[in-house]
C-alpha cells in the first residue's frame, strides 16, 4: 500500500499522466491525479477519445497499479494531443476543488448532493455498477435514488455505508447528460420493448424509417446483447446503414449491416426514450459534433454499400472496422477491393499488419465507419508515417 500512495503522490507532484488499474475491475482509468488522502484518491479522468471526462473518487484498497509509461499512455497522449490541435468539442471536465486533508469520499458525495450530480458507484464486494442521485448523506449513511436508463420500473432508493462505495465516477460527459435530464426522465412512463423480429417487416419498417428522425436500435445474429442505436439513413437490397448515435446522444458515425444478420430491431424501449431526450438536450444546447466528423453523408440505395464502402475505404487509406460471418472484428484498411475478395490490413495493438489478410466480401456482416475512434487510429498511424 505504501508503494502505491507513493506512486500517486509522485503523480500529483509531477502532474504525469497514469493509468489506475483496480484490484477487483477491469476498468482502468486514465488521467492526473488531483488529491491523495487518507483512504483514496481523485483522479481527473480522459475518456478513450483523449477528451476531459469528469473524475473518479477510487478507495486507496482497490487501487492495483499506477502506471506511469507504457505504449497505451503513449497513445492517449497523442490523443489529448490531438483533441486540442483539432480543437474537438470538450466537455469541462473536472471542476470541483478537494481537500486532501479531508475524507475525499464524503466530500464527493456532499458534492454530488448538495449539486443534484448523477453519479456511478461500485460497492465493496458487489460487481454492478448503480448510478443515481444522493438524496440524502449523514455520518454512517448516504441515501441514493437510482436511476436505470434501460428501465424505468427499476428505481430503487439505496441507503448505502459510505465505507462501502469503493468508486465513485462524477462529472463525466455521460452523467453530466443524465443529471441535466434527471428531472424529465423521472417523469417519463415505462414503455414496454416493442421489437420486430421477421425478416420481412423489419425490412419493411427499415425502409419506411428511411430519413426519419425516429431513432432504433438493431440487435445482430451473432451477439443478442449487442445493439447500435441510431437513424436509418439508407436501405438498400441486402443492407441497412445506420446514423450511429452513442450513449451521449452525439453522432457516433455510420455502420452497414446485412440484412440477413439482423436479430432484431427494437422500435420502443426505456433506453430508446433515454437516447432521444439525450439528443433533444444536445440540440437544445446547440453541441456541434466533432469537427473532424460529418453527420450529413447520404449513400446510394442501388450501390452495394459493402463493396462501395470497401473500395472508398482502400482509395483513401481510412480506417474502418469489420465484422465478419463468424463474428470476428477488425480494425484497419483495404485495398485490392474484387468483386468477390480484398485484402485487410488489420491493427493490433497500434500496429499495422503491412502483409495483410484475404477475405470475402460475402464473409463480411458489418462495415463501421466515419466514427471518431477511426480517424483518431488513422491520424496517429499517419503522423507516424505508417499509413
Avoid: C
Amino acid at each position: 500500500m505504501n508503494s502505491i500512495v507513493n506512486d500517486l503522490n509522485r503523480a500529483l507532484a509531477q502532474q504525469i499522466l497514469v493509468n489506475v488499474y483496480q484490484t477487483n475491475q477491469e476498468v482502468v482509468y486514465t488521467g492526473y491525479v488531483t488529491a491523495v488522502g487518507q483512504d483514496g484518491l481523485i483522479l481527473a479522468t480522459y475518456d478513450d477519445y483523449g477528451l476531459p471526462d469528469g473524475a473518479v473518487f477510487l478507495a486507496l484498497a482497490v487501487v492495483d497499479e499506477v502506471e506511469f509509461s507504457s505504449d497505451d499512455l503513449d497513445n492517449m497522449a497523442f490523443r489529448i494531443q490531438t483533441a486540442e490541435d483539432q480543437h474537438f468539442i470538450q466537455a469541462d471536465g473536472l471542476t470541483m476543488h478537494f481537500d486532501a486533508q479531508r475524507d475525499l469520499r464524503r466530500q464527493v458525495l456532499s458534492h454530488a448532493w448538495v449539486d443534484h450530480l448523477v453519479i456511478m458507484l461500485v460497492l465493496r464486494q458487489d460487481p454492478h455498477f448503480y448510478e443515481g442521485l444522493v438524496t440524502g448523506i449523514t455520518p454512517d449513511q448516504v441515501t441514493v435514488q437510482l436511476l436505470n436508463k434501460f428501465d424505468y420500473t427499476d428505481r430503487p432508493v439505496r441507503q448505502l455505508n459510505p465505507n462501502d462505495i469503493e468508486v465513485i465516477e462524477f462529472q463525466g460527459q455521460e452523467l453530466t447528460l443524465q443529471g441535466l435530464a434527471a428531472t424529465r426522465l423521472q417523469e417519463l412512463p415505462h414503455v414496454p420493448t416493442t421489437t420486430l423480429s421477421g425478416p420481412d417487416q423489419m425490412t419493411a419498417t427499415l425502409q419506411a424509417l428511411v430519413g426519419s428522425d425516429r431513432l432504433v436500435a438493431l440487435v445482430a445474429n451473432h451477439d443478442h446483447n449487442l445493439f447500435f442505436v441510431g437513424r436509418v439513413n439508407t436501405v438498400t437490397a441486402n443492407a441497412v446503414i445506420l446514423s450511429l448515435v452513442d450513449m451521449t446522444g452525439q453522432f457516433g458515425g455510420y455502420t452497414v449491416m446485412r440484412l440477413s444478420e439482423l436479430h432484431a430491431v427494437i422500435l420502443k424501449s426505456d433506453y430508446l426514450q433515454t437516447m432521444r431526450l439525450f439528443t433533444l438536450l444536445n440540440r437544445s444546447q446547440q453541441q456541434p459534433i466533432q469537427p473532424v466528423l460529418n453527420d450529413e453523408r447520404l449513400f446510394d440505395a442501388t450501390d452495394d454499400q459493402f463493396s462501395a464502402r470497401l473500395t472508398q475505404a482502400a482509395a483513401f487509406h481510412t480506417i474502418v472496422r469489420i465484422k465478419l460471418h463468424d463474428g470476428e472484428s477488425e480494425v484497419g484498411y483495404p485495398e485490392q477491393v474484387g468483386p468477390e475478395r480484398f485484402i485487410f490490413h488489420g491493427i493490433e495493438d497500434g500496429q499495422l499488419d503491412q502483409v495483410g489478410q484475404v477475405y470475402r466480401l460475402a464473409d463480411v456482416d458489418e462495415i463501421a465507419f466515419g466514427y471518431l475512434d477511426a480517424y483518431l487510429t488513422e491520424h496517429q498511424l499517419k503522423v507516424e508515417g505508417d499509413l
